[in-house]
């Protein structure tokens, strides 16, 4: 059982995590308590990997601070970004996860970062042992799913000039804290295309 002034320090080092566990109503405090002391705090560098092609996955990660991109590479290495996460998204390849398969993704910090990180053991423990917890696994695999959809219904059906646009209204932020090489590698361009796209965009407006 924690004493008091620890149950305070974890939730001072995981102040976003706290937030968003507390906002949704499902927990009380002992549980939350525990909850958050299945997580680790962990600082990562600039273009530090967390995930790489071929590993397994087995840990489950909560973005504090900073932002992540995920990307595969192809035979021609050339890199392809599937999305960007920033502050208070989970980072994980599920699929890698569930099944514990080698992942084809790379995980990797665009900005220096802090992250809550919790392996996979205490993560499917924590899904046994509060339903709730469970349920919202759930739907972050849906919703991962339906992002998924998405991603591949603009890529098939939209020109690159729509995917930015969405980009940029979605995660406006992007364009501040992303390089250029990045949003190109996303929209599937040269980055020279994407100054380009950038510069006709600005003088239409």
């Not at 603009?154 to 980009?167: A, G, H, M, N, Q």
Request: aromatic share 10%; with cysteine.
């Amino acid at each position: 059982m924690f004493g008091q002034q620890r149950c305070q320090e974890i939730r001072l080092l995981m102040t976003r995590l706290t937030n968003f566990l507390q906002s949704t109503g499902w927990f009380s405090d002992s549980q939350l308590t525990d909850i958050l002391s299945r997580f680790n705090t962990l600082e990562i560098k600039r273009k530090e990997h967390i995930l790489q092609e071929g590993e397994i996955c087995k840990r489950v990660a909560y973005v504090e601070h900073g932002s992540f991109r995920t990307y595969s590479v192809d035979d021609n290495l050339h890199e392809s970004v599937t999305h960007f996460s920033f502050e208070d998204w989970w980072v994980a390849d599920l699929h890698s996860l569930e099944n514990q398969t080698p992942t084809v993704y790379n995980i990797q910090a665009v900005e220096d970062s802090t992250i809550e990180v919790i392996n996979r053991n205490d993560f499917f423990s924590l899904m046994e042992k509060y339903p709730k917890f469970k349920d919202g696994h759930i739907q972050l695999v849906r919703r991962s799913h339906a992002a998924m959809m998405n991603r591949i219904q603009e890529i098939r059906f939209k020109s690159v000039e729509e995917r930015y646009l969405d980009l940029i209204q979605r995660q406006p932020q992007t364009l501040q804290r992303i390089p250029q090489q990045y949003i190109a590698a996303y929209l599937g361009i040269e980055p020279q295309s994407l100054s380009r796209l950038r510069k006709r965009i600005f003088d239409n407006k």
